[in-house]
């Protein structure tokens, strides 16, 4: 996502490059192109116009110092634009009700049953509560299905009414049913349409006027552009939501939803959907966001993931390993595991700054892993533990039972016995530039 208005971005600010200073005729240029840049990644041409003029002002009402050039000044301004466009910073939802009661919204194919799902799993899990789902689409016929699915998945009741056909009802009972069994919170997934219609208007806001939401979620598909803005606006006249859900903002989609949303229907984005698993949501930060679109990576966001798969007693003890020259492939697995946790792996290298354009064109296999691991379920319990035992009569047995060649295998333990040595010596403090070059691929 906005790889595209990243790289129109980039080139806009190049404009300013070798500048002394900020002038009418060269910030008249660069926002020129910015405010290309921004309707061809689908952004609202009202909310596009008044962003580059707020850009302008600010520009040319700054004194810029002589340690900073014109380039950096102009791309600090967009930044700081960008981030109060999307909202300025993040906005919790409302979970003071006992139970809590969130009424989730959108068209069909909008991604809502499953981030209905999405939302009870990050909530038990981060937050500690006690959720109920409730199945409310009552006109789909997988509707049900799915979220029963998806309950079963992370452990969280389902609440259905087998052959009715009433969702004021149904989320009503749900309530009820919620206060004896002890859940806190209650999530009440809804029906959708192909398209905004009065029948389902009238549907979603009487379910609303019968159980009074704490918090109403409108779930949007970023990958619809503007038509997703205009159902916003349309949705939220009639039901007055209090935060935006955009998914699939892992796909190929230029942006413009998530750019011109909050100033469009003056709700904020709370949360974005960036996957297909459970755990693939998160928070929406607007300066984070702002950082990716400028180029700049999302380290906080990578390190919030990666502390959320770290066990600070576990890594102490493969620290001991690892300077022991004692790291296994069983501990290489176990690595693996929890990189996998952490998200797709095109989402997780475009946190780290710089990389964003490097791994534009990039194919990224999240199915990278399964041959390796393949190979390392092969081996025996004492061969994963003792790598030093594999000799060739092993290892044409290991890739007879993992479906792989001998010379893939030989090149997996390759580069295992590559990764133990920088990690060993690494522990050990040693120089990483002469420690690569002593490796058989460093020099090159």
Do not use: C, W
């Not at 595209?4 to 500048?19: A, T």
């Not at 452990?155 to 056909?165: A, C, L, N």
């Not at 993992?402 to 590559?418: A, H, T």
């Amino acid at each position: 996502m906005f790889e595209n208005l990243s790289e129109r971005l980039e080139r806009s600010f190049k404009i300013l490059k070798g500048q002394g200073t900020i002038t009418e005729i060269n910030v008249a240029e660069t926002l020129k192109d910015i405010r290309r840049a921004l309707l061809d990644a689908d952004v609202n041409f009202k909310t596009a116009k008044t962003f580059t003029e707020t850009v302008k002002d600010e520009a040319l009402g700054q004194n810029v110092l002589t340690a900073v050039k014109p380039q950096q000044m102009m791309v600090k301004i967009v930044h700081d634009e960008l981030t109060k466009l999307m909202g300025g910073s993040s906005t919790d939802i409302n979970l003071d009700g006992k139970p809590a009661v969130i009424l989730i919204a959108g068209l069909q194919g909008s991604g809502k049953t499953t981030f209905t799902g999405k939302l009870a799993n990050l909530l038990k899990s981060k937050r500690s509560k006690n959720p109920l789902l409730v199945a409310g689409d009552v006109y789909r016929p997988a509707a049900i299905n799915q979220l029963q699915v998806l309950g079963e998945q992370i452990g969280v009741p389902v609440y259905t009414e087998e052959g009715s056909k009433d969702p004021v009802k149904i989320a009503k009972d749900a309530i009820k049913q919620a206060k004896q069994n002890g859940n806190d919170l209650v999530i009440v997934d809804t029906a959708g349409r192909l398209a905004v219609d009065e029948e389902m208007m009238k549907e979603i806001t009487a379910i609303k006027n019968a159980v009074k939401p704490h918090e109403i979620l409108f779930v949007v598909d970023s990958m619809t552009g503007q038509d997703a803005v205009n159902t916003a606006k349309e949705f939220n006249n009639r039901l007055d939501f209090d935060g935006v859900v955009l998914t699939k903002l892992d796909g190929d989609t230029r942006g413009g939803a998530a750019l011109s949303i909050r100033s469009v229907v003056n709700k904020p984005i709370k949360f974005v959907g960036t996957g297909e698993k459970m755990d693939a949501l998160d928070v929406f930060h607007p300066n984070r966001m702002a950082d990716r679109i400028l180029g700049m990576g999302d380290i906080v966001s990578l390190v919030e993931r990666a502390q959320e798969q770290f066990d600070a007693e576990e890594a102490q003890k493969l620290q001991k390993k690892i300077a022991k020259n004692q790291f296994s492939f069983n501990d290489f697995l176990s690595q693996i595991q929890q990189i996998k946790k952490m998200g797709s792996l095109k989402d997780l290298a475009g946190m780290i700054p710089g990389m964003g354009k490097a791994i534009k064109d990039m194919d990224f296999d999240d199915d990278a892993f399964k041959e390796v691991e393949a190979i390392i379920y092969s081996m025996t319990p004492d061969e994963r533990e003792n790598p030093a035992i594999l000799n060739g009569s092993r290892r044409k047995r290991i890739a007879s039972g993992s479906g792989s060649s001998i010379q893939e295998v030989n090149r997996l333990i390759k580069q295992f016995e590559d990764t133990r040595k920088v990690m060993k010596m690494m522990s050990k403090g040693k120089n990483l530039s002469k420690m690569m070059a002593n490796l058989p691929m460093g020099g090159r």
